[in-house]
């Protein structure tokens, strides 16, 4: 929470892998807004994925990726890729907006 967040030093950076509901992600996007943290890595938010709308996809110094450190122990997961990639590559020769694309 914002709290917590306070007390870690400007030159910090958090990195959450774990689960999205870990980190207040509002109170997130606003410590990065105001230069309190000097970094943040992101593999889960809350909500995911992250709404087009939310305020951490305008903040400087964060890097957020797609769900991807739990790797691909599943062979399920493995199907999962497959079929998103496959899905891509055709909207990809089809001149079509991309699916999981991070800006």
Same mark, same amino acid.
């Given at each position: 929470?914002?709290?917590?967040?306070?007390?870690?030093?400007?030159? @910090? =950076?958090?990195?959450? @892998?774990?689960?999205?509901?870990?980190?207040?992600?509002?109170?997130?996007?606003? @410590?990065?807004?105001?230069?309190?943290?000097?970094?943040?890595?992101?593999?889960?938010?809350?909500?995911?994925?992250?709404?087009?709308?939310?305020?951490?996809?305008?903040?400087?110094?964060?890097?957020?990726?797609?769900?991807?450190?739990?790797?691909?122990?599943?062979?399920?997961?493995?199907?999962? =890729?497959?079929?998103?990639?496959?899905?891509?590559?055709?909207?990809?020769? @089809?001149?079509?907006?991309?699916?999981?694309?991070?800006?």
């Amino acid at each position: 929470n914002a709290q917590r967040l306070a007390l870690m030093k400007p030159t @910090a =950076i958090l990195v959450n @892998a774990g689960r999205g509901t870990g980190v207040d992600n509002l109170a997130l996007a606003e @410590a990065l807004q105001a230069g309190k943290l000097w970094g943040v890595a992101l593999d889960v938010t809350e909500p995911e994925p992250l709404p087009q709308d939310h305020p951490l996809w305008d903040c400087p110094n964060l890097l957020l990726t797609p769900h991807v450190a739990g790797g691909d122990h599943l062979d399920q997961t493995v199907r999962n =890729i497959v079929a998103i990639a496959l899905e891509n590559l055709r909207h990809f020769m @089809a001149g079509e907006p991309l699916r999981n694309r991070v800006l």
